[in-house]
Every structure is written in structure tokens, then in C-alpha cells.
């Protein structure tokens, strides 16, 4: 019988730490603030005294990170000050790295896009050529917006999984031949001369929609990512969950079908072989609404999945029967593993979002609700809301920009604790 070990021991905190987090925690509730606030209010919501709000708050202003943004007074007393982000403050670079289109964005700090830049994917050279062509683009990027470069506290990369956020690398993800165990962070920071954090795209795409998705980034929810699988990321009371190694939210493996396909796990009807846009796209081809293009390049291959996948739901704009069946099937099945999910984790909305999702979006949102709570085990509490992403079409690349602010200045446990 093998020795119990006890758990290893977690380190405390000091002062300067203790501060450091005081300044995150008031920087952050000023960020979710559409209007600011004064630092009355920042001191009834945050529960710190009245000097330490002084005194952190005028750190933020030497350091650019807020602005006084006019006064107010409904009553008497002396009008009061309020504090906001100053969008100029701090800027992030982000690249969503797709197998058929790699999209850079340069973001504010209260999350608007400056500059965008994108560029297909290239096919051949392996990563040493993606790597080559993102560093370009994030040169150009930076060059054309104007900012200085001194502001801009890193590079964030978004990539299909799985990953392995601690080396670094991605791990022979989906329609990337030949990337098997690439360091694509370090060549990347190698490349463009900037720190760079490495996170899976679903990921980054519920750190977006925290961090500039508006109502529906708050509070507990599912990101699911419609691309060319689907993911999912979780965020409980405003915090997302990326598990041990970084790769919480594989959805794939779900069972929505038993009568479906076999999928390589050994099951039927999992996620990946039942709903995905790739399938969808396939039953499209059997059906003969869109041309087979197999003869020349594979069915789920990038630039060709979009082609087809967009001619199927023109169909459907245009009410064909067979499309809208199609397009019904997947919402269906889509609504069993949102529903397990959602039950699991009892969170209060699924937020989607992601390249295939726009097209997607009228026809899933006049389903979903009724599916998703009449499979609720909490329908009697509250209702589960489905909502799409308020990010917007580039929430991939907004995603690999927020990690970067996210990792810079959300308030985290972590760092109260004291390094080995």
C-alpha cells in the first residue's frame, strides 16, 4: 500500500503583495463599471478603507492605468470624482492562429480593437513559415496603428488544442499537419521580440468575452467556441477554469447520438462525429446540396469547410428544406451536450461565439432555449440564457489579447501567494 503523501503546503503573503492585489481588485471593479465610479463607490463595493482606495487610486493615475472623468452630485455634499479606464493606458497584441486564416489585433485597454491585420494561413512551410508570416503581420500591425510600442505589455496567442500551456506548445491539434509538439510560444516571442502567453482559442474567447463581452462576460457561464470542432470554456463567478494542464472544455467526446457514428473513442454519436460544421457540411455533400470537393482537397479542410459551409446555410437563408433540416439536426444534438454541461456546472447563461457562429446564430438562438431548458435540472430555479458573444466576429484574437491583460492585471488568488 503506497505512503499518503500530505498536501504540499501553500505559501503566504506579505504587504507589498497584499497591495499589489488591493490594486488589481479595484482596477477590475473599475473596468466592469460602464459608467465609473467614484472612490466612495469603489470603497462600499470593494470593502477597503477610504485612504487605501486614495492611495491606490492615485498609483492608477500615475500610472495611466485610469482617468478622472468629470464630477457628479444628486444631493448635497461635495460632488464626487469618477475614476475610469483609460483606454490608452495599456495596449495587448493578439493572434488567433486558424488553420485557413491567422488574425492579429492590437487592443486598448478597455478592449476596443485600434488595428487589425489577417492573412490566409500559410499551407506550406511548416510552422517556421506561420511563425514567420505572424511576426510580419504584428510588425505591420503595431507600425500602422501608431502606438508606442513601450505601451503594449505583451503578445497573446490564441491555437486549436490541445496545448501545454507549461512548455509552451501545441500538441498536433486538428488540421495542422505536422505540428505536433511545437514551441509555438517561445518561437513566437523569439520572432516578434515580445513576451508572449500561449492559451487554447476557447479559452481566450471566454477571457474576451470577460473582459469586453459587456452583460453577457459576467457572473457564471459556458463560452462554447463553433469553429471547426467545438470547445467550450468555463467561467465561474467571473474567473474561467482551464484545468490542470490548460485544457478544460474538450467537449468532443460528449455522446449526443447512440445511434450515430462511431467516433475514434469507441463510442457513437460523440460531439465530434455527430454536429460539428465539418459534418454538417458532409451531409450537406451526401445530400447533393453542395458540390464534393474531395476530388482536390479534403471536405474539413479550412478555406474549403468555409466555402461549403456558407453555400449550406445560403440554402437555408433561402428556406430549402434539406439545409434547414440539417442545420435543426445539429442544433438539437448541440442543445444535449450544452445541457449536460450546463447541468453539471449550474451556471446562469451558454454564451456562443466563434467563426462559424454568426451564420449559425438565428437559426440556433430560435432553438436552443426551449432544448437547453427543457433539459434543465434547475428549470424550476432559473432559466439558463443563451446568448451570443459580445465580442463579435474576431473574439479568437480579442481572446489572445485579453489574456495578455487578464494575466497583467486581473485580480487572481495567486498572486498573494509568495514564490519558492
Known amino acids: ?10 505559501r503566504g503573503t506579505n504587504l507589498p503583495k497584499m497591495g499589489d492585489f488591493n490594486l488589481t ?43 478622472e472623468a468629470g464630477k457628479y452630485g444628486n444631493g448635497p455634499g461635495k460632488p464626487r470624482t469618477i475614476l475610469r479606464l483609460n483606454p490608452a493606458g495599456m495596449y495587448a497584441v493578439g493572434v488567433h492562429l486558424d488553420p485557413a486564416v491567422t488574425t492579429c489585433v492590437l487592443l486598448d485597454l478597455v478592449g476596443n480593437v485600434v488595428q487589425q491585420e489577417s492573412f490566409g494561413t500559410p499551407d506550406a512551410g511548416g510552422p517556421r513559415a506561420v511563425v514567420d508570416s505572424l511576426a510580419a503581420a504584428v510588425t505591420k500591425l503595431v507600425s500602422d496603428s501608431g502606438v508606442n510600442a513601450e505601451s503594449i505589455a505583451g503578445l497573446g496567442v490564441s491555437a486549436p488544442g490541445p496545448i501545454d500551456r507549461d512548455q509552451g506548445t501545441v500538441v498536433d491539434p486538428p488540421l495542422l499537419d505536422g505540428w505536433n509538439r511545437v514551441a509555438l510560444r517561445d518561437a513566437v516571442a523569439k520572432a516578434t521580440g515580445m513576451e508572449t502567453i500561449l492559451d487554447k482559442d476557447v479559452t481566450g474567447a471566454a477571457v474576451a468575452e470577460t473582459w469586453a463581452g459587456g452583460d453577457t462576460g459576467t457572473g457564471s457561464f459556458v463560452f462554447f467556441y463553433i469553429g471547426t470542432g467545438i470547445g467550450c470554456s468555463i467561467v465561474l463567478e467571473d474567473e474561467v477554469v482551464r484545468g490542470i494542464s490548460g485544457n478544460a472544455g474538450e467537449m468532443g467526446h460528449i ?11 469507441g463510442l457513437r454519436g460523440c460531439v465530434k462525429v455527430a454536429c460539428i460544421p465539418p459534418v454538417m457540411v458532409a451531409a450537406a455533400v451526401a445530400a447533393g446540396l453542395v458540390p464534393d470537393a474531395r476530388q482536390d482537397e479534403s471536405i ?8 461549403r459551409f456558407a453555400a449550406l446555410l ?11 433540416a440539417i442545420i435543426d439536426r445539429s442544433a438539437v444534438l448541440i442543445s444535449r451536450a450544452v445541457s449536460a454541461i450546463t447541468n453539471v456546472l449550474d451556471v446562469e447563461r451558454a454564451v456562443f461565439g466563434g467563426p462559424f457562429w454568426s451564420r449559425l446564430a438565428p437559426y440556433y438562438l430560435d432553438r436552443l432555449p426551449e432544448l437547453v431548458n427543457t433539459s434543465s435540472s434547475t428549470r424550476d430555479i432559473h432559466e439558463i440564457e443563451i446568448a451570443s458573444s459580445g465580442v463579435g466576429e474576431d473574439v479568437g484574437a480579442v481572446g489572445a489579447a485579453c489574456l495578455v491583460l487578464e494575466h497583467v492585471l486581473a485580480p487572481k488568488a495567486q498572486r498573494l501567494l509568495l514564490q519558492n
Not at 1 to 10: G, K
Not at 36 to 56: D, F
Not at 314 to 324: I, P, Q, R
Open 25 to 67: 481588485v479595484i482596477l477590475d471593479a473599475i473596468r466592469r463599471s460602464t459608467s465609473g465610479l467614484s472612490r466612495v463607490e469603489l470603497a462600499q463595493i470593494v470593502g477597503l478603507s477610504p485612504q487605501t482606495i486614495s492611495n491606490i487610486s492615485r498609483r492608477l493615475l500615475d500610472q495611466g492605468l485610469i482617468v
Open 255 to 265: 455522446m449526443v447520438d447512440p445511434e450515430g457514428a462511431e467516433c475514434d473513442c
Open 300 to 307: 474539413g479542410s479550412g478555406t474549403c469547410l468555409q466555402e
Open 1 to 10: 500500500m503506497s505512503e499518503l503523501r500530505p498536501p504540499a503546503p501553500r
Open 314 to 324: 445560403d440554402l437555408a437563408d433561402e428556406g430549402n428544406d434539406e439545409a434547414l
